[in-house]
C-alpha cells in the first residue's frame, strides 16, 4: 500500500509546477504600463489679422515676435516642455539610444578638419578636438605644409625635427559658447588683408543679434574696439588698419555703415546712415582690396556706390544705378570696374546676367559702361571671376536647359 501511495503521489506530483503555472495565469494580471504624458501646450495669444477683405485669428503669432523678450522667455520654457517631454515618452528606448549611439560614434571621426584654406601664405581650416561640441580655427603657413604630420591631432601642430610650431589656434568657439550663454554661431568671419586680425560676428541669443568682435591672432586677446551689435556686413580697408561694417536697426534693416580704425581710441565714423525704411545697405571688398562697394536697394532702384579702401574717410562715389531691383556685383581689374548684373536693357527685363565694365578713373558723369561679350542667345553667362591674369567665365548652354 505504501508503494502504491508513493507512487500515485509521484504520479501527480510531476503536474503541479503546470497547475500552479495555469492557476497564476488566471489569477494574476501584470500591471498596467504608466500613461504616456500629454504633450505640452504653448500659450494662446488670440491676435486678429486682416488682409484682402479677410480676417483670421492667430492664437501663436507671438512666437514671432523676436525682439518682444517677455514672449520668447514664454517660448523657452514651452521648449524646455518639449524637451521633457521627449525624454519621457522615448524613456523606455534609453538603451536603444545608447546603442545606437555607440554605433554611430564608431564609423565617425571624432578628429574631423576641414580642408585647408590657401590664402597668401597662410592655410587656413577648423577641426573639431575629441570632446568638444565646436570646432577650433586654426592656421599653418603654407610653406611648412610638407613638414605638417596632422591637422587632426594637436600633437601634429609641432615639427619635433625643425622645432617649428606649425599650427596656430585663432578663434576656439568652445570658449566663445561659454561668452555667449552656451551657445556658439558664426554669421560672418574675415582675417584681415595683412592676417594680423579677426573679423567675426556672433549670435546674442538672449538679444537676438550678431555681435561683432575683432581678434589680434598674434596675441590672440580681443581688441577693445570695434565692438558693435547688429552687425550684419562687414569689409577690411587700409590693408587691415580699418573695417567698415553695416548696422541694422531695431527691424533688422541693414541701414548705417560705419568705420573703425583698428587700434585707435576715437569713435567710430559714420559712413552712409540711410533713413528710408524700405531702403536697405550691404558692402564687400573687391578682390584685391582696392576699394569697398556698397550696395544700396529697394524695390524701386539699385545703386553701387564706391569707397576707396587706401582711405575710407574720403567719401562714397555712385558708379551705377538703375530702376527696379537689380543683382548688382562691382570688381577691380587692372584699372577697370566690373559690373555683373541682371538690370533691365532699354525698359526690358531679361532672365540673365551680363557683363558690362568701364575705367575706374572715367570722368564722364553718369559712367559709360560698355559691353565685355557680345550678346548670344544661346549661351548664359552663370558667374565670373578674376585673377592676375585671366577672367574666369561659367557659362550654361541654354539648349541644354
Known sequence: MRHLLTTTFHRHNHRLPAILHHLLIRHYRAPKPPAPPKPPKPPQKPQSFTLHDATWEDPYSWMSHLNDKVAMRHMDIYMEQEEKYIEAVMS?????????????????????????????????????????????LCRRLASLNEQFISNKDPSGGFDFVSGKKIE????????????????AYEELSEVSPDHKFLAYTMYDKDNDYFRLS????????????????????????????????????QHKRPCRIYCSMIGSTEEDVLLLDEPAENVYVNLRHTKDFHFVTVNTFSTTFSKVFL???????????????????????????????????????????????YLLRCPVNASSCPRIWERVFNDD???????????????TLIIRDKLQL
Not at 114 to 123: A, N, V
Not at 324 to 342: K, N, P, R, S
Open 214 to 249: 575683432v581678434r589680434n591672432l598674434n596675441s590672440g586677446a580681443l581688441c577693445s574696439k570695434p565692438q558693435a551689435d547688429r552687425v550684419s556686413n562687414l569689409a577690411w580697408a587700409k590693408d587691415g588698419q580699418a573695417l567698415l561694417y553695416v548696422v541694422t536697426d
Open 377 to 391: 542667345r544661346d549661351m548664359v553667362i552663370e558667374d565670373v571671376d578674376f585673377c592676375n591674369t585671366h577672367l
Open 92 to 136: 523606455d528606448t534609453e538603451k536603444l539610444q545608447s546603442k545606437l549611439q555607440s554605433e554611430m560614434a564608431s564609423r565617425l571621426h571624432f578628429d574631423l578638419s576641414t580642408s585647408p584654406i590657401r590664402w597668401g601664405p597662410w592655410l587656413y581650416y577648423k577641426r573639431v578636438e575629441a570632446g568638444k561640441q565646436y570646432p577650433v
Open 168 to 183: 596656430q589656434k585663432l578663434v576656439d568657439y568652445n570658449l566663445e559658447a561659454e561668452r555667449f550663454g552656451g551657445y
Open 307 to 353: 569707397i576707396n579702401a587706401a582711405d575710407p574717410l574720403s567719401g562714397i562715389t555712385l558708379v551705377w544705378e538703375c530702376e527696379a531691383q537689380a543683382h548688382c556685383i562691382v570688381e577691380h581689374h587692372q584699372g577697370y570696374l566690373y559690373l555683373f548684373t541682371d538690370a533691365a536693357k532699354g525698359g526690358q527685363m531679361v532672365d540673365h546676367h
